[in-house]
């Protein structure tokens, strides 16, 4: 009965490779999110879907490319990686409406070698 | 461009105390604010969330109050225990864009 799942956890990878996260809700938002949180722990915000439509891109080198097949899915794919790209990045998704909170994924930890 | 500030960077309480955690923000323009916890290497879990025209929140042991025209929040824990360590952010959600906007963190320490 998860309710924001990640796949994968754990990401290794050399610089120069192509990778991708994907995340699944099962609670039937209409909003999901993808947040980048670095080494000091500092969380901030990277994209933001609403049915499916991009809402927020918070100038993130367009090698980061989200994309939303549906309204329960919005994958992250990465080009080129850097060494700064190391971080965890975590997926959420909320009811759109100031009475709802945001639910968080377990995060995707990528280390870029 | 909204900040968020967190004080005290870290706190470490004898178990049973009671404490404040305090949460500000410098645009008063929000749609609400959310507390989280985070544990290490896990995801954030949400505490509670206060709608900007509401005053506070109460779940449990813990009791959020938000004032939004002074632009604080505070983060009020009974009677605190060892499963209480945790990281704790605030974020406040700006009006209209639907993104939260973090804070630091405060990392809690509750000893036995």
């Known amino acids: 009965d998860t309710a924001v799942s990640q796949t994968p956890k754990y990401l290794v990878t050399q610089m120069g490779n192509d990778k991708s996260i994907k995340c699944e809700q099962n609670l039937g938002h209409d909003t999901m999110y993808w947040y980048k949180q670095d080494s000091k722990k500092f969380l901030k915000i990277m994209f933001s879907y609403n049915n499916k439509e991009l809402i927020i891109n918070e100038t993130v080198p367009n090698r980061f490319s989200p994309k939303s097949p549906d309204k329960a899915h919005l994958n992250l794919h990465i080009n080129s990686l850097e060494l700064g790209d190391s971080a965890v990045y975590f997926c959420a998704s909320r009811r759109s409406g100031s009475a709802y909170e945001q639910y968080f994924g377990p995060g995707t930890r990528l280390t870029v070698t | 461009k909204q900040e968020v500030t967190q004080i005290p960077a870290a706190l470490s309480v004898p178990e049973g105390e009671n404490l404040v955690l305090n949460c500000s923000f410098t645009?008063?323009?929000?749609?609400?604010l959310q507390w989280f916890r985070q544990d290490p290497g896990k995801g954030l879990t949400s505490l509670l969330l206060?709608?900007?025209?509401?005053r506070e929140q109460t779940s449990g042991r813990l009791n959020a109050s938000l004032d939004k025209s002074s632009g604080r929040s505070t983060l009020y824990i009974a009677a605190s225990q060892p499963g209480d360590s945790a990281t704790y952010l605030c974020?406040?959600?700006?009006?209209?864009?639907?993104?939260?906007?973090f804070g630091k963190g405060t990392k809690l320490t509750v000893n036995p």
């Open positions: 645009d008063s323009a929000i749609y609400n």
């Open positions: 206060i709608q900007s025209s509401q």
């Open positions: 974020a406040v959600n700006q009006g209209g864009s639907e993104k939260l906007v």
